[in-house]
């Protein structure tokens, strides 16, 4: 008898989001698929009906993160707030949680550049030298700095609105970070 394909989805949803919660408390090594299977209200078996692995499991997880984005990045016009733009592509993938985990503490290096590399975030910097030497640099210290600043903001729980948040950054990019600092002590805004 075949599954029905809602209650497949469901069950597979579930142990992306046990996945993601334990992805975000502790290294991917010190997961395991039984600890998986409890959390979830499944067996073993159950688990190696979707995946083979942690490891195939956490690559069908960034893959829709990253198709997600790019679907809502394909989705919009980018304004002249380009920042802004990539800021709601980011927030706007189907569960936060996911992109938390991705990002967090325990998250890997590897989709950080995997991020960098398939998410065309070059199209968020305006004027850039196509031909100079430099650009690929620019680029690198955009998207970086970009990205390490939203994984703080997640894992600071969102404690700027994203309004200030662009603020924060459009600020930093144009002035950097010495309007922050009055004699040696950190202006609060």
């Not at 599954?3 to 395991?32: H, M």
């Not at 998986?36 to 069908?60: H, P």
């Not at 679907?71 to 992109?99: G, K, P, W, Y």
């Amino acid at each position: 008898m075949k599954k029905q394909p809602e209650i497949t989805d469901k069950t597979r949803q579930t142990f992306i989001n046990v996945f993601c919660d334990l992805y975000s408390q502790k290294p991917i090594e010190k997961i395991s698929i039984q600890e998986i299977a409890n959390k979830s209200g499944y067996n073993r078996s159950t688990f190696y009906q979707y995946f083979t692995d942690i490891y195939e499991l956490l690559n069908y997880v960034e893959e829709k993160v990253l198709k997600s984005i790019n679907e809502e990045m394909a989705s919009r016009e980018l304004s002249t707030h380009t920042f802004q733009d990539a800021l709601q592509c980011l927030e706007n993938t189907e569960e936060i949680s996911v992109l938390k985990a991705l990002l967090g503490d325990y998250g890997s290096v590897h989709f950080v550049e995997r991020l960098k590399r398939e998410i065309p975030f070059e199209r968020l910097i305006v004027n850039l030298p196509t031909n100079d030497f430099l650009a690929p640099y620019l680029v690198e210290f955009y998207i970086s700095t970009l990205l390490s600043l939203f994984r703080l903001w997640i894992r600071n729980g969102k404690d700027l609105s994203s309004e200030e948040l662009v603020k924060l950054i459009d600020s930093l990019f144009a002035n950097g970070i010495k309007p922050y600092y009055i004699f040696g002590v950190v202006n609060e805004g």
